[in-house]
């Protein structure tokens, strides 16, 4: 098995520190090792939490990041704390998929993404937001507009 070379993750092995409130800055990529693959990522966060930007009262998620990566892929506990991150953070339920979304697409570049959220209800209301996102002039835009067009609601 190839040796893994330390890619410069500052988060992976070492103690883990909470930020307190909405934090990009904690995302971290590492190399595909299979880019000439097209392959599917999936990341189930059954606990996201985050807070009503108008009441503060907590709202509770499960959120679900699908991508096909191209050069980097996200560090699974960098993203999980990026996703903690949301914790004190005040935004509507829409706000947050597609802010998730876009800074996911930011940092890696994927050739697709999408995330949901399942937010549970709140005064007798669920909320599914979903986004998705498909790089430009590439087949995965057709993707993107196709899996839109046909997404099904959990």
């Given at each position: 098995m190839e040796e893994r070379?330390?890619?410069?993750?500052?988060?992976?092995?070492?103690?883990?520190v909470y930020s307190t409130d909405y934090d990009p800055g904690v995302l971290e990529t590492f190399?595909?090792?299979?880019?000439?693959?097209?392959?599917?990522?999936?990341?189930?966060?059954?606990?996201?939490?985050?807070?009503?930007?108008?009441?503060?009262q907590?709202?509770?998620?499960?959120?679900?990041?699908?991508?096909?990566?191209?050069?980097r892929m996200v560090e699974s506990k960098?993203?999980?704390l990026y996703?903690?991150?949301?914790?004190?953070?005040?935004d509507f339920h829409e706000d947050c998929v597609n802010t998730i979304m876009k800074d996911l697409v930011k940092l890696m570049n994927p050739k697709y993404i999408e995330v949901q959220g399942l937010f549970t209800p709140r005064g007798g209301i669920s909320?599914?937001?979903y986004a998705n996102y498909g790089r430009p002039g590439t087949k995965y835009e057709k993707l993107a507009e196709q899996r839109l067009l046909a997404h099904q609601f959990a």
């Open positions: 070379k330390d890619e410069g993750l500052k988060q992976l092995g070492r103690k883990t190399e595909n090792r299979h880019r000439g693959n097209d392959y599917w990522v999936q990341f189930n966060c059954p606990e996201f939490t985050t807070l009503c930007p108008i009441t503060g907590p709202d509770f998620a499960e959120l679900k990041i699908m991508y096909l990566p191209d050069e960098s993203l999980k996703l903690f991150s949301f914790r004190n953070h005040g909320i599914y937001p």
